[in-house]
């Protein structure tokens, strides 16, 4: 099977930078695509950042300019480095990636969310 697990969540003061990581684990044949979602209280999960089928990026207006995507293939591991943050950046931040495991059709996989909270 196939875990996400992802780190560097925390309290961060309006302005100022954060640093997230994802790291998958498991008997990973393919990752199709990678990519970060968030949810604030009482809203829908809404994405901030991918990796497409194509290999390229895409972000969400809100974030544009301010967030940036990467990641470390050999290693399985996402990055979102969150610059410039604001109060309405506050949400759990989910790491979400599509991915086949050996022998096995491809499938969503979520990790358990980081929580992100930015301060005024």
């Known amino acids: 099977q196939v875990q996400l697990a992802e780190s560097g969540g925390g309290l961060v003061q309006a302005g100022g930078s954060l640093r997230l990581s994802c790291a998958a684990s498991?008997?990973?044949?393919?990752?199709?695509?990678m990519g970060w979602y968030r949810q604030a209280p009482g809203k829908e999960r809404e994405l901030v950042a991918e990796?497409?089928?194509?290999?390229?990026?895409r972000y969400a207006d809100s974030v544009k300019g301010r967030f940036t995507i990467s990641r470390v293939n050999a290693k399985n591991t996402m990055y979102l480095q969150m610059d410039s943050v604001k109060p309405e950046d506050t949400a759990v931040y989910y790491c979400?990636?599509?991915?086949?495991?050996?022998?096995?059709?491809?499938?969503?996989?979520w990790g358990q969310g980081t929580q992100v909270t930015v301060s005024s």
């Open positions: 990796f497409t089928r194509g290999g390229s990026t």
């Open positions: 979400k990636a599509t991915i086949r495991i050996t022998f096995r059709p491809e499938l969503d996989y």
């Open positions: 498991g008997s990973i044949a393919s990752i199709n695509t």
